[in-house]
Each structure stands twice: as structure tokens, then as C-alpha cells.
């Protein structure tokens, strides 16, 4: 069966592209995102028909192949870990390690204690979601103090921020008729505070302007001179944070 209507098809294909077509919003623009793993996104209007999204790809496909080649060089293999004693997790830009415990001390399967994480050993099989839990959980306490001035100096009387797994992507915002609220991936507590706080001004200023149009990229500046340094160290050292990738161990 054939359609006219963009949104009726999940994805789009335009020559060697495949693109993911984003669920309709108000939105009245096109946009092409290209994922961290190199996915491509497409976000459209309601109305958009597949002639006029193929036109719009068709005329960006030389962006998209520069930014996949971009993508090419910066993407390196998973990162992988293991639960076992003298691992290194990253924590707010520093790496500590890992130290297996049979002590019971608390509810938390995971505390991070005198320059090393301790992790139940009863957890180990577990270890990643154990991680992604702490990270969510302490890290998230650390992002809504580390939002404030910045929701200050933007003007904004009070943003939240929920912490998740948001896969390839660092944060995710959209403004909302109501309590405004920013996405912000659990893997981002890894990262230096710095690029931390670029990811945090990069989502407040969506919140103004929903596409990375030349008025979005003027929010980021007033609200972070030099952001550029911290989108390019983002993009060079981002290949380096743990996603919940773990070692699959074979069955006894």
C-alpha cells in the first residue's frame, strides 16, 4: 500500500539513506538529526508529505554525508565493562574503581566511598543496572543543583530535570505550556562538569528554540561564550562513556 502522508511510513529512504521518521508534533520545519551511532533522524511537519520530505532530503544530502563521515571519525566500538573487582566507572570526569563487598551497609546496591565504588557483590550479575541506578539516583541530585544558575541566568523561574536512559542521545527538551522540563541521559554523570554543563545549556536553550536554527545557537552563546571548545571536546571524547554495555558471559 502507497501514501502520501509522511508520517504514516516509520521511516523514509532517499537513495542509500534510511531515515527514522519522529512521531508528528506542531512543528513547522524539517530537520535532520544524525544520532550518535550515526542513525538518521527525521523530524517533519504534520502535514508533510513523502514528495516534499524526499525533496528536503535529497537537497541535504551532501550535509548528511559530511556529518556522517564527521560521525565516522569520532565513533569508536562500545565501550564494555565488567562487574569485577578493579573496574573503572567515571564519575563527574574522574574514574574510580571498582571494589566488590559482602558488607551489608544500606539499601543501595552501589556507593561510591573513599575514592572507589563498592558494589554488593550479591548485585555483580546485575552490575549494570545496579550503576545506571546510582547514576540516575545520586548523579540526578547533583544535575538539579548544577541546573539552577543557569536556569537563573536564562531567565526561567524553575526547570526540571529527569534523568534517563536516552540511548545515542546526551539530552532531549522541548517547551512545554506548562512546568518546563529537560531530559538528560544517565551516561552524561560520566562527563566533566564542563561539558556537562554544555549539555545542560544546549537543552535549556531548546526550550526556546526547538531545531538548531542560527536564533538557537545565539541562546547558547549568551548563555555560554566559547561553547564551541566544549561541543567539539563533547564530540571527540563522547566514544569514551560506558552506555550499559556490559560482557555477556556464556552459561555454566
Given at each position: 500500500?502507497?501514501?502520501?502522508?509522511?508520517?504514516?511510513?516509520?521511516?523514509?529512504?532517499?537513495?542509500?539513506?534510511?531515515?527514522?521518521?519522529?512521531?508528528?508534533?506542531?512543528?513547522?520545519?524539517?530537520?535532520?538529526v544524525?544520532?550518535?551511532?550515526?542513525?538518521?533522524?527525521?523530524?517533519?511537519?504534520?502535514?508533510?508529505?513523502?514528495?516534499?520530505?524526499?525533496?528536503?532530503?535529497?537537497?541535504k544530502?551532501?550535509?548528511?554525508?559530511?556529518?556522517?563521515?564527521?560521525?565516522?571519525?569520532?565513533?569508536?566500538?562500545?565501550?564494555?565493562?565488567?562487574?569485577?573487582?578493579?573496574?573503572?566507572?567515571?564519575?563527574?570526569?574522574?574514574?574510580?574503581?571498582?571494589?566488590?563487598?559482602?558488607?551489608?551497609?544500606?539499601?543501595?546496591?552501589?556507593r561510591l566511598?573513599?575514592?572507589?565504588?563498592?558494589?554488593?557483590?550479591?548485585?555483580?550479575?546485575?552490575?549494570?543496572?545496579?550503576?545506571?541506578?546510582?547514576?540516575?539516583?545520586?548523579?540526578?541530585?547533583?544535575?538539579?543543583?548544577?541546573?539552577?544558575?543557569w536556569?537563573?541566568r536564562?531567565?526561567?523561574?524553575?526547570?526540571?530535570?529527569?534523568?534517563?536512559?536516552?540511548?545515542?542521545?546526551?539530552?532531549?527538551?522541548?517547551?512545554?505550556?506548562?512546568?518546563?522540563?529537560?531530559?538528560?541521559?544517565?551516561?552524561?554523570?560520566q562527563?566533566?562538569?564542563?561539558?556537562?554543563?554544555?549539555?545542560?545549556?544546549?537543552?535549556?536553550?531548546?526550550?526556546?528554540e526547538?531545531?538548531?536554527?542560527?536564533?538557537f545557537?545565539?541562546?547558547v552563546?549568551?548563555?555560554?561564550?566559547?561553547?564551541e571548545?566544549?561541543?567539539?571536546?563533547?564530540?571527540?571524547?563522547?566514544?569514551?562513556?560506558?552506555?550499559?554495555?556490559?560482557?555477556?558471559?556464556?552459561?555454566?
Amino acid at each position: 500500500m502507497t501514501t502520501d502522508v509522511l508520517h504514516d511510513l516509520p521511516s523514509l529512504v532517499v537513495g542509500d539513506l534510511v531515515l527514522q521518521v519522529e512521531p508528528p508534533s506542531d512543528r513547522k520545519t524539517f530537520e535532520i538529526v544524525v544520532e550518535r551511532d550515526a542513525s538518521l533522524l527525521l523530524k517533519a511537519p504534520p502535514t508533510a508529505t513523502v514528495e516534499r520530505a524526499t525533496q528536503f532530503v535529497a537537497a541535504k544530502r551532501s550535509w548528511v554525508y559530511r556529518k556522517l563521515a564527521e560521525k565516522d571519525a569520532l565513533t569508536g566500538p562500545a565501550v564494555v565493562k565488567q562487574f569485577v573487582e578493579g573496574e573503572g566507572f567515571a564519575y563527574l570526569g574522574r574514574s574510580y574503581r571498582l571494589t566488590l563487598t559482602t558488607e551489608s551497609e544500606g539499601p543501595a546496591a552501589v556507593r561510591l566511598d573513599r575514592g572507589r565504588f563498592h558494589l554488593s557483590v550479591i548485585e555483580a550479575d546485575d552490575g549494570a543496572a545496579a550503576m545506571r541506578r546510582w547514576y540516575t539516583d545520586v548523579g540526578g541530585q547533583w544535575l538539579r543543583r548544577r541546573i539552577r544558575p543557569w536556569v537563573a541566568r536564562m531567565g526561567e523561574v524553575k526547570v526540571s530535570v529527569e534523568v534517563r536512559d536516552l540511548g545515542y542521545r546526551w539530552g532531549s527538551a522541548r517547551p512545554s505550556d506548562g512546568p518546563q522540563r529537560i531530559n538528560i541521559h544517565w551516561a552524561t554523570l560520566q562527563l566533566p562538569p564542563s561539558l556537562i554543563d554544555y549539555i545542560l545549556v544546549h537543552e535549556l536553550a531548546h526550550l526556546r528554540e526547538t531545531n538548531h536554527t542560527p536564533e538557537f545557537w545565539s541562546t547558547v552563546a549568551c548563555l555560554m561564550p566559547g561553547y564551541e571548545t566544549h561541543k567539539t571536546t563533547l564530540a571527540a571524547i563522547g566514544k569514551n562513556v560506558w552506555l550499559g554495555t556490559t560482557v555477556i558471559r556464556p552459561n555454566p
